[in-house]
């Protein structure tokens, strides 16, 4: 006997027992209610929007006296919130933005497409953003003000 002859001979009863319980075969229901169903199962949820707008204010770099961390922007900077998503502008000169989601709570964290030690978490409330941006180990609070909607 060969070796696949004598696998297949010992695997038969296994087979033969899983598929012991099974008596039809299922039919294909394709309703309208079961679309329906199916649909709203895969649906994501929607945008948070009550944070939508623009926010512009000023990075103020928390000292460390263990390093040396470049100065804060003279600048203001911008964070802009259109559904739900968050756009910082960190560095307008090289066009340098960090991305992030704002959650139910005004909740947010931004950061880097490729450097993820470079982010900017904080919570938007009350027409404002408050919060704190981290590049490597160097560390900004960041406070914002809403200027449009």
Known sequence: MSPRTLLLALLAPCLLAACANETTIPEATDTAASRAAAATASKPAAPVTTFDGTYAGRMTLNPDR???CPPSPLEERSITVRQGRASFLIEPSVRHVLTGAVGPSGDVRMADSLDRTIATTGI???ERFQGEHRNGL???TVLMNKRGG
């Open 124 to 126: 938007f409330a009350n």
């Open 138 to 140: 160097c560390n900004y």
């Open 66 to 68: 263990t390093r040396a």
